[in-house]
């Protein structure tokens, strides 16, 4: 990874991982939850949710090292699922809800991108329309790889959380009991390399498919 694309990548992963809390967060508040209010989370001013090890160090250590897969996290929305209308259904949106908005923002920044290499915005001129075209490629890069790795059904994963809430609560338990097994089994999976190559083929060929490569 050049220096060029080391500079747009660290705003690209900022964008992606907060506005995947913040989309937490908004969920929560339309179950019945304003907890993420009532602590000044439900916002899209961006310091509230700035975790400096998940949010910036961590992404610039991968671009340091070449990292094929970026990611990061921002702080954690509080959320009291206790305060959900319905405890099930609150808690399975809340929890495809940051997946979504990734998924939303990868389809959306393809689409800039594909407007910019179609020139339908050369009106901007090239030196705005090529740092903007590069960082469309890696935003999109950036939220495919968050969407799929908080997929994964792995506690504590948001993925773990869809699949819990089609279990009875008196199983949930067993789901918040493994969590820290959970972190455990994927920092092992990703420190050597082999949740990369699980997930990575398919969200290379995604990402060349909404970009026009394929």
């Known amino acids: 990874m050049d220096l060029q694309e ?4 660290i705003p690209a992963i900022m964008m992606a991982v907060i506005l995947h809390e913040y989309a937490h967060g908004w969920m929560a508040y339309k179950m019945g939850d ?3 209010k009532e602590f000044g ?8 949710h700035i975790d400096p090890l998940g949010t910036i160090l961590l992404p ?7 990292s094929p897969i970026l990611f990061g996290w921002a702080k954690p929305v509080p959320i009291n699922p206790l305060r959900f209308r319905n405890l099930r259904v609150g808690t399975f949106f809340v ?3 940051g997946i979504g908005m990734n998924f939303f923002l990868a389809l959306l920044f393809a689409l800039l991108y594909r407007l910019i290499t179609q020139g339908y915005l050369d009106f901007l001129g090239e030196s705005v329309l090529l740092p903007l075209a590069l960082f469309s490629a890696k935003s999109v890069l950036v939220n495919l790889v968050l969407a799929f790795f908080n997929a ?12 819990m809430s089609f279990f009875s609560v008196k199983y949930w338990e067993l789901f918040y009991r493994f969590e820290m097994f959970g972190f455990l089994a994927i920092t092992l999976l990703l420190f050597t390399g082999v949740l990369g190559r699980i ?3 398919p969200i290379l060929l995604i ?4 970009i026009g490569r394929l």
Do not use: C, E, K
């Open 95 to 97: 929890s495809i809800a």
């Open 199 to 201: 997930i990575f083929p």
């Open 41 to 48: 989370r439900l916002t899209l001013n961006p310091i509230p």
């Open 6 to 9: 080391a500079i747009v990548a």
């Open 152 to 163: 994964i059904p792995i506690p504590p994963l948001d993925g773990s959380r869809a699949v």
């Open 34 to 36: 304003s907890t993420a």
């Open 207 to 210: 990402w060349n498919y909404l």
């Open 60 to 66: 610039g250590l991968l671009i340091l090292v070449g």
